[in-house]
């Protein structure tokens, strides 16, 4: 390796290891560091080397010489105290001492007062100046002056003494040409030092905002009120516009009304207490930011820190905005899984403990009659006593039937695997065909079931079997729910769309608080517990909302604890195709009372199958009542 490219790495080393400890974070004030102990440090070698050839040619020196000695020697000590205390102000203050009283020498040593020499004192305060600072430049202005001073009070005594006799002629223009020369290569050196240093940082700027712009996150910079002095290019992706347009209010315009005062009060905190900060917020976008969801708004996080600027002290908070809409799409679905296996595990031990109930009773009584039968008291019973044991087996085992086939049902509509096959059916002659095989039910149980409905054939694309068993089911529940003595009605009612179903009984009712849960599997209104007074899975009002699902219809509830419960089935004229993916119908449920006053009075009916539909009833109190609260 050549001298040339080892001697300046070494250089840099030794000088790194002198500069003090305070400026090695700061690269300009350490610049100034080093470029003082090089000018300085070399003016104390250059003088070494000189001295011993001056001695050998005037021999003996004189007092005024000692003193320009002592004066070279000034500078070196100012280079030492720099290295030691990093204050550049008196090291600088040291050197212009040093160079005053080296010019006051010359001065004396060449004509006093009226020497060319004396043009070297303006020389010493322009020199501190360079250093930029400014107790410096006043500490040199003061030593220059006090050089004035002294060679004009000494001037008239040093002029009969001259150690040098140079012509003025000679000397004049040789020590300002000097002194030009030596400012000049100060401030040359200044410039380029300056110039380095200003290359650097725009160096600097320009990988920062480099790298902002290659970021997908937003920076900002605030002030303590929350306006944005500067931001960065990456806002055009961030936000859909530049980031100009973000300066001053620019960026809390754009954020969510309920969220600007958490905003505020973040930056505001920041610049106040100087701890980090993170705020939750949501930010109007333009089409402009390419989101391929298009949302116009985004949920957001802002990381918020408080900075120092320059020497003057200046202070600015900078924050940090992620788009964080798509971890926020994460969490909540996460929690709706969580909150749906939840479900799924409560619906688990509904159905447990539902059917466990549902399967023991009948099983009970097909076990202890069928030994009855089969044991050794049978000889001993009657003919008649026979055949009600039989009946009570034969009853249980069609409800263990009836069980099993509801839970086949609702598993083939959850699975898909319902056979469903629209056609054109009266819906009038299957109400009154259900309500047949109702009858002997209601009657035995006291009930007067009341069909609302005309002769006239009313025809729509259904599936039968599936109505047919959405009418049982509604049907059943009414009369098993109504007691003695009680009402249940069953009417069609033609709308705009298409056909209202609706079973209407003067039974126990469902509280409020269960009926946004009707229609979930499994569960039971009323029923805190399992000591129930009806039989029942749970799972009837389930297998409606699927079958009605299937059609692409919707139901409404309207019930009150010992008025009575209305449920409408809304089927449309146009069914869904069998192609087409079901959900289950929605169910839309209130308080019956809350539609009381909608339905005072006559409520008139026009007969079915005129040119102009009859509203519903689920229409007209939809009309004056309040929106539904819908149940998942």
């Not at 119908?585 to 026009?606: I, K, Q």
Request: net charge neutral; aromatic share 4%; proline share 5%.
């Amino acid at each position: 390796m050549r001298i040339k490219d080892v001697l300046p790495s070494l250089i840099d080393a030794r000088l790194a290891s002198l500069v003090h400890d305070s400026v090695l974070g700061d690269p300009r004030r350490r610049s100034r560091h080093e470029r003082f102990m090089v000018s300085r440090l070399a003016t104390g070698a250059v003088m070494m080397a000189l001295l011993p050839p001056y001695l050998l040619w005037r021999g003996v020196p004189s007092g005024i010489e000692v003193m320009a000695v002592a004066s070279l020697l000034l500078p070196v000590l100012g280079a030492v105290l720099l290295s030691r205390t990093g204050i550049l102000w008196l090291a600088h203050a040291v050197a212009s001492a040093g160079f005053t009283g080296l010019v006051v020498c010359l001065a004396g040593m060449t004509g006093g007062a009226a020497s060319a020499a004396a043009v070297w004192l303006v020389a010493v305060p322009f020199e501190a100046a360079v250093s930029g600072s400014r107790r410096a430049t006043v500490a040199a202005a003061g030593l220059a002056a006090f050089g004035a001073l002294v060679l004009a009070c000494t001037g008239p005594w040093l002029a009969t003494v001259p150690l040098i006799d140079i012509s003025a002629s000679v000397a004049m223009p040789v020590f300002v040409i000097t002194a030009i020369g030596h400012v000049a290569a100060q401030l040359l050196g200044h410039l380029r030092s300056e110039r380095l240093w200003q290359t650097g940082m725009q160096d600097n700027a320009a990988r920062d905002r480099m790298l902002l712009a290659a970021i997908d996150d937003l920076v900002t910079w605030h002030d303590a009120n929350g306006r944005v002095i500067e931001a960065s290019g990456s806002a055009a992706r961030f936000v859909g516009v530049e980031a100009g347009r973000l300066r001053g209010h620019g960026l809390l315009e754009r954020i969510h009304v309920a969220d600007r005062p958490a905003f505020l009060q973040a930056v505001s905190d920041v610049a106040a207490q100087g701890r980090p900060a993170t705020v939750q917020l949501r930010l109007h976008i333009d089409a402009a930011a390419g989101r391929t969801d298009g949302a116009p708004l985004i949920h957001a996080e802002m990381r918020a820190h408080r900075i120092e600027g320059g020497a003057n002290g200046t202070m600015s908070v900078v924050a940090v905005t992620r788009d964080v809409s798509e971890h926020r799409r994460h969490a909540e679905e996460l929690e709706r899984a969580r909150a749906e296996a939840e479900r799924a595990n409560v619906i688990k031990s509904r159905f447990l403990a539902n059917v466990t109930h549902e399967l023991r009773t009948p099983l009970n009584a097909i076990i202890g009659f069928s030994e009855v039968l089969s044991g050794e008291g049978a000889v001993q019973l009657g003919p008649e006593r026979a055949r009600e044991y039989a009946g009570i087996i034969g009853a249980s085992g069609q409800h263990l039937l009836d069980v099993v086939n509801t839970l086949l049902d609702m598993s083939r509509i959850q699975s898909g695997n319902f056979d469903y096959a629209p056609e054109p059916i009266d819906v009038s002659a299957l109400v009154r065909t259900c309500c047949d095989l109702m009858k002997l039910r209601a009657d035995s149980a006291g009930i007067s079931l009341v069909q609302a409905c005309g002769p006239e054939p009313i025809e729509i694309a259904a599936d039968a079997r599936a109505c047919r068993q959405i009418l049982i089911n509604l049907l059943s529940n009414a009369v098993k729910f109504t007691p003695r003595g009680g009402r249940v009605e069953i009417a069609l009612h033609r709308t705009a769309t298409g056909l209202d179903i609706s079973v209407t009984d003067t039974g126990a009712g469902i509280r409020e608080v269960d009926l946004p849960h009707l229609g979930t599997p499994f569960f039971q209104g009323g029923t805190g517990d399992y000591r129930r007074t009806h039989e029942g899975t749970g799972l009837g009002l389930s297998v409606v909302r699927g079958l009605v699902g299937l059609h692409g219809g919707a139901i409404a509830i309207e019930s009150e604890p010992e008025v009575g419960t209305c449920v409408t089935v809304s089927l449309p004229t146009a069914c869904r195709s069998p192609e087409m993916p079901a959900a289950p119908a929605p169910v839309a449920t209130a308080p019956r009372r809350a539609l009381r006053a909608a339905t005072e009075g006559p409520v008139v009916r026009f007969p079915l199958g005129l040119f102009e539909p009859a509203p519903s009833r689920g229409e007209r109190a939809a009309e004056a009542t309040a929106p539904m609260r819908r149940s998942a």
